[in-house]
């Protein structure tokens, strides 16, 4: 087996969103060049389905998987890929792992040597996948879902996380069918240092009114209120779709990401926009903020030059050797709320497993697929990454093999309600991305060179051209 062809080509570029990494970025083809305490000893290796005759049931033995290597770091899939082997004597598992992994495999797919199986993000930077939905490059994978797991019979669409397989993570055309199979799961807020609130005596604030009066002591004290990663403004979404749920309905939320029109611009939703152009234009904002990366604005954050910084849990992990303020303690909170009593939502990520349409050994991806979703991986993934899986048992078997931030961040779920985000497929030759015009002019919003009405108007313009695409 050629396990782990670490191909590291790109180790200083960003990482994807939601895995501690970079902001995404739009492709018209996905073929296009140029395209950028209990016990915590995990069982070794995992025992075959009791179905299967090794890997007798599958004619083609040889599994080629392409996976982004994020925050979580390889360890997991070398060792899940050896464990996979192991129960399937015979398969051999040809494993392209690299936190360029898109750049990686987009010359292999035009060369007609498409992986089985793909671990990376709608929303990479690359626009890979993103690209591959757009031109229906994934495999229907509905039929998993509708059959049970490999160590419980309970179907695995029970399995995952209420809410999750219904979202356009998972079906990007809003047909009912399962393209893209969720991997982790990770809440999305406000990071803040637990210490240096305790040692400053500050409360956690609720409401917009409550968000910026602690601005206003914060600048007393010498601190910003909010930094995020300017040059990759994408990160702020963590910040702005609770806000809007909050303000404006889940169900407003959710036309917003089928791009009904008027939806991104309704009195509520302004008032959400003409707040987050505040935390720019009042002062508010980290100085120097708008020319950040990811790992920069968190460095700045952990050193208590602000209080908060939009991003996930995953932010524990991928800061692991940053420097910090002595004490130093992860804490996760709510998007503010408009009206103290409103209903809180926490903004849930969720990477994804996909398997392009023209695999070459589709079933056996299908079965390693099955595999990843057993008891014994989810374990692993907590050990060796310190990750939790988007299944509803998944944060108690990982409790004692996460770090304890990682699992007291998820206590954020008691304060709020879990919301999951993404924008539907675009009709193809469609040339507009409506999410670049919600983050990229993000700069401009803060620093008042544009109005958030301004900023409305060219998301709800966005959302006309993609339903003018869409009657012809």
């Avoid at 939905?133 to 419980?152: A, N, Q, R, S, W």
């Avoid at 990682?406 to 193809?428: Q, R």
Wanted: hydrophobic content about 40%; charged content about 20%; proline content about 5%.
């Amino acid at each position: 087996m050629k396990k782990a062809i670490s191909t590291l080509l790109a180790a200083g570029m960003c990482l994807a969103v939601l895995a501690g990494c970079g902001e995404p970025t739009s492709s018209d083809s996905a073929l296009g060049t140029g395209m950028a305490t209990e016990n915590t000893d995990t069982a070794e290796g995992s025992a075959a389905p009791e179905d299967a005759a090794a890997a007798d049931q599958f004619e083609n033995k040889k599994l080629n998987i392409a996976v982004f290597e994020g925050g979580y770091g390889p360890d997991y899939w070398n060792e899940i890929v050896d464990r996979f082997e192991a129960a399937y004597p015979g398969v051999q598992v040809e494993m392209q792992i690299s936190p360029s992994i898109g750049d990686v495999i987009r010359p292999q797919i035009v060369a007609g040597n498409v992986p089985d199986f793909i671990v990376m993000n709608d929303n990479d930077s690359t626009g890979l996948i993103a690209s591959m939905i757009k031109e229906k490059g994934l495999m229907d994978l509905t039929d998993v879902f509708e059959g049970p797991g490999l160590d419980d019979d309970t179907l695995l669409k029970d399995q995952v996380n209420e809410g999750i397989l219904e979202t356009a993570k998972c079906q990007p055309y809003g047909d009912g069918k399962i393209y893209l199979a969720p991997f982790n799961s990770s809440p999305m807020g406000l990071v803040y240092n637990k210490t240096l609130f305790k040692e400053m005596g500050y409360e956690m604030p609720t409401t917009w009114d409550e968000f910026f009066a602690l601005g206003d002591q914060a600048k007393k004290d010498g601190y910003a209120l909010m930094t995020y990663a300017g040059i990759y403004p994408g990160y702020m979404e963590s910040l702005l779709w609770p806000a809007l749920a909050s303000a404006t309905g889940i169900d407003n939320t959710n036309d917003i990401s089928s791009y009904v029109e008027g939806t991104y611009s309704t009195p509520e939703a302004m008032k959400v926009l003409e707040n987050i152009a505040r935390i720019g234009t009042d002062g508010y904002l980290l100085e120097g903020t708008a020319a950040l990366n990811h790992t920069q604005s968190q460095t700045e954050m952990m050193l208590n030059k602000c209080l908060f910084i939009p991003n996930g849990n995953w932010m524990e992990n991928e800061m692991a050797e940053a420097p910090r303020a002595d004490g130093f303690e992860f804490g996760l909170w709510t998007a503010p709320v408009l009206q103290e009593g409103d209903q809180a939502y926490i903004m849930t990520s969720v990477e994804q497993f996909s398997i392009p349409a023209n695999a070459k050994n589709p079933e056996l991806a299908k079965e390693f697929l099955r595999f990843l979703y057993t008891e014994d991986s989810v374990r692993l993934f907590a050990e060796k990454a310190n990750g939790i899986y988007a299944l509803k048992d998944a944060t108690e078997l990982s409790k004692g093999l996460v770090s304890d931030g990682i699992y007291s961040m998820n206590a954020i779920y008691e304060h709020g309600t879990s919301m999951v985000f993404g924008f539907a497929a675009l009709p193809e030759g469609c040339k507009v991305v409506p999410r670049d015009k919600v983050f990229k002019v993000l700069s401009d919003v803060m620093t008042g060179k544009m109005s958030a009405e301004e900023w409305a108007q060219g998301v709800e313009d966005s959302f006309k051209e993609v339903n003018s695409m869409t009657t012809q």
